[in-house]
């Protein structure tokens, strides 16, 4: 299973930028990148996921370069709702398949 | 949107006994896994449930038992408690073998 590797926590104001940076060095050819958000004492819900290039919905983006080594999550114009923890999961999104969850990144959003 | 429910949301047991969590997965799924999430760190995979067998199970001791029912609902059930037990424990239900998993919030354990 390839591995990740996130920062612990990070700071941010309202309205910034947020981007947060998964390191996934062993990622498989069939693996792909899929980050979700926790909020306390609530099932983890998925944000986004991507194989290469850009992906882009309504509440992020996935950044992912070439060689699929790390990808980075960015979450525009942040408000105090988005503090929660971020988890980068790098694997087969199939049913058969299980989620490796990290510590994730905890993020917290001030006025 | 008849998502992941759980129950109970909350629970209190005492080292020894023995607990019962259950699981409805959402409508139209019929894959259903249990996680552990002790405080402060990621969600650990338990294991996985498919048509009414498991079918993947995570590093954790045969205490943790569970079982499908035909209608896909779930029961997970952890023999004599320790103390380590107190977590919340996560249902997540997706469709094999297309995959993509939706969690319910979650049963508090808390074991004194």
């Known amino acids: 299973l390839a591995k990740t590797t996130q920062p612990i926590s990070m700071d941010s104001y309202e309205g910034q930028e947020v981007n947060i940076t998964c390191s996934h060095n062993?990622?498989?050819?069939?693996?792909?990148i899929t980050w979700y958000q926790q909020f306390p004492s609530q099932g983890p819900r998925f944000i986004i996921q991507g194989y290469k290039t850009k992906v882009t919905n309504e509440v992020a983006s996935l950044f992912i370069p070439a060689d699929r080594k790390s990808s980075t999550l960015s979450l525009p114009r942040v408000s105090l709702s988005d503090t929660a923890v971020y988890y980068c999961?790098?694997?087969?999104?199939?049913?058969?398949?299980?989620?490796?969850f990290g510590k994730g990144t905890m993020l917290l959003v001030s006025p | 949107d008849a998502g992941v429910t759980q129950s109970p949301t909350h629970l209190i047991k005492t080292r020894g006994q023995q607990v019962t969590l259950r699981c409805s997965p959402k409508s139209g799924h019929d894959t259903v896994s249990w996680y552990q999430q002790a405080l402060g760190q990621g969600p650990q995979f338990i294991f996985q449930y498919y048509e009414e067998e498991e079918r993947q199970r995570g590093n954790f001791p045969d205490r943790f038992s569970g079982h499908q029912f035909p209608n896909y609902s779930s029961e997970l059930n952890v023999n004599a408690l320790l103390l380590g037990d107190s977590a919340l424990y996560l249902c997540?239900?997706?469709?094999?073998?297309?995959?993509?998993?939706?969690f319910g919030s979650g049963t508090r354990l808390t074991v004194v």
């Open positions: 999961l790098v694997g087969v999104d199939s049913g058969y398949s299980t989620l490796t």
């Open positions: 997540a239900s997706t469709r094999s073998p297309e995959g993509g998993y939706t």
């Open positions: 062993n990622i498989a050819t069939n693996d792909y």
